[in-house]
């Protein structure tokens, strides 16, 4: 057998692994489902990164394993292996390239970020820095303020992608965290829910502020993450484009259940957004929506701090989204460390 | 490097009973200020404090095991993961890092008896031991449980005692690591022998002049925002208590000023440690010595300037998360320059799969896996869907465990020998080896793709769909545990009935195997003479002769 040159070989070897590594990359089916233009933004950045990984990691692992199988020392050999100290151009190359590929997925993040929204005037910039002196003293009404009083401020965050820069969303939506449910209140309607629901293909604001501690308002299938943070306001801009049911889940530690603060967003077509909107609206009069929005005041008010976890979570299972069973188990758990009898 | 001469047999001078230079097991329990004393107490200590968040990492695993919080109180979860955290990372690694290893070497590698303060050095170790107890203790009144990060206001609220012991203990773990960055900065530039000049010093030594520094500088903020947040907590001042006009924010900033460069400090000396390992047990000099030593300094610098990669989704702006992911994808060209460095030079070399070895290849395998998540994560629109999720603990598991933990053990078995002055057991270090890697992988690897599904971290109870991967991951757990078995079992049976250890069983350069095994008390019987370069193996013989007679 004539032995093949070993440039032909390299040059098979590296064919192949760029093969591979552009495969796993753009097939790895590790994403959940992209409800969004932007989450399909998201996707091929991470696709390309996972491309660029793969390879990566394949010339590692594989120069390991190599040299631990093709360089190990034979029995008896007692002498050293060749004194190479180093090779200059071999160095500044392999500083090179990934100087390369990093500065290339900056260059793309950077893309992204904007297509995004992250660059819209309206979000990028630091709220405390434009309203430097005064941030204190408004911080300090800040836990019973309510959102009006912040309209017009800039939020950081996601904000508007540049095709719909400086318009008004088509649904604003003002999202409140507390240990442990969200409550999404809707300006225009004066609806407030513990699931948030959105037409699709519509553009939606996210005004995002937290009651006690910090939160983060987490849709995985949006790509979209956000921290609420007392004190201040910030906001995300999205337009789902796939009708569905996805979960929203807090992301930042916020006490024991912190796991259980999770609800739906529910994206559903204008005319199932009309319905839920007019159903909502109707016993607004009557009493529901009344009963919840005094409900909501009082939680509002409380101080989880110094309270039973169960106390004010029982009004708002449903909303929350807990499972019944998860509840009767906390108010179990609560009921057993303070001796309290709870009738209900 | 390679101007050198042949060893004075230090070790033949010495007298062979080594009758002076013997310790006593008692001493071990004192303030001594001996270096080699205190690297050995720091690390015997560290490995305790392993062994506790190890078992509080089992019993996170265990709850984890089902989606439904049935195993503890979901408040306990809380403080588990925290103790958790804060035992592996301020008793566990940075005491093994920056106090054993940094303790037992730098004083024998330069050629020095003792460290420059050794007093210091003794109360530096002495303030550690309350803090675990403390910590520990803490148990009894409520731990704290607002996360290792114990961010405002949710750390102002889950019960003052926990949080307040929590505070003071990593203050005290902070001035003992400011003590130690002192001492090691100090000893390795004044302390060396005549003829060591900076290039001529052991890359370990490189690695800890980047890690004193980062120390120096950051560990300072660090105590700034704990006692700002200890302020808030018992005298009501409100520096981040959004309620009296505080900014949770501000403290997110400070924190990460000293937790962004304390994964280097974590990091940095096992660099460090492979950087002695992998030339010796591959029979050749370090691939790009003057690139490996300058890329930590590198490492150290921006390692400075990239903190708020921690913050992208929190209240921060455009310009600050896209100046932070740049600086954060730079810092892997110095990461990336140390890696491939270490690969060239196990490239052509005689390799023995001796349990050093083998646990300095597995921690090159795992440490790149984490690297390369890194860089993911560093891209601010990939962020913002994986931070705070399992892709995040993944990551932080891939470079403290897959890169810290098994730097230290490769530590551990390449100057076991000299420490102990006897040979572990092969076997079961390769047992060791192959249980822990196979148990890390199957703990960890499978924690990126619950990320990216959607499980956020820090969750006592999690949605059904995620069940099947979280009992893959309890199980490796399991391994894991157990994998310490042999580890323990050879490291103390060996201590008393290994076979002795010669002086230099590995055939090293560098001056720690050029005395007795173990080394007696002031380290030398006579001071070496530098006369090699630290990894001139395989430089001609007839090179050496020659400079000699010069
Ligand atoms: C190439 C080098 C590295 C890069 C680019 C990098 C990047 C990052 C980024 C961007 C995050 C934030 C993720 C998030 O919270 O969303 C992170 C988290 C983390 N990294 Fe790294 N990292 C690198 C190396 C290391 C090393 C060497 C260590 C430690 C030995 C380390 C330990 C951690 C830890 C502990 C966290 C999580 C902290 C927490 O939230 O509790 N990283 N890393
Ligand atoms: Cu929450
Ligand atoms: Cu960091």
Redesign the pocket.
Known sequence: MTSIPNSILTLVAGILLTVVSLWYGYNNGLMPVAASVEATHVDALFNAMMAIATGLFIIVQGVIVYSAIMFRRKKGDDTDGPAIEGNVPLEIFWTAIPAAIVLWISIYSFEIYGEMGGFDPSAANDMHAMHGGKNSAMAAEMPGMDMKAMEGMTASGIGASPASQGKEAAVNVNVTGLQYAWIFNYPNTNITAGELHVPVNQEVKLTLKANDVIHALWIPQLRLKQDTIPGEITQLRFTSNKVGTYPIRCAELCGGYHGSMVTNMIVETQENYDTWVASQIQPAETTGSAVMQSTLASIESMNPATMPTHEYLAPYAHEMGVRTEMLAKLVRDQQAKNHIHLDS | MTANISLPPVAEQSSPSHGHGERRWQDYFTFNTDHKVIGIQYMVMSFFFYLVGGLLAEGIRTELATPDPDLVDPALYNSMFTMH?TIM?FLW?VPAGTGAFANYLIPLMIGARDMAFPKLNAVAFWMLPPAGVMLIGSFYFGTAQA???SYPPLSLTTGKVGEAIWIFSLLLGGTSSILGGINFMTTILKMRVPSMGMMQMPLFCWAMIATSALILIATPILAGALILLSFDLLAGTAFFNPTGGGHPVVYQHMFWFY??P???I??LP?FGIISEVIPIHSRKPIFGYGAIAYSSLAISFLGLI?WA?????SGTPAWLRMFF?IT??I??VP??IKVFGWLATMWGGKISLNSPMLFAMGFLST?VV?????????AVPF?IH????Y???A??HY??FG??VFGIFTGIYHWYPKAIGRMYSEFWGRVHFVMTFVGFNVTFLPMHILGLQGMP?RIAMYAPEFQTLNQVCTWGSYLLAVSTVPFLVNALWCWFKGEKAPDNPWNALTFEWMTSSPPEIENFEVLPVLTTGPYDYGVEEEEHLATIAS
């Open positions: 955290a990372i690694i996360g290792w990060t937790s962004h304390a994964v280097y974590m990091v096992f990239v990669h921690h913050m992208f989704t992911m954060t994808m810092i892997a990461t990336g440490f984490g690297g390369i998540s890194g860089v993911m994560l560093a962020d994986v931070h705070d999720t892709f995040v603990v990551h932080l470079v403290l890169g810290s971290r």
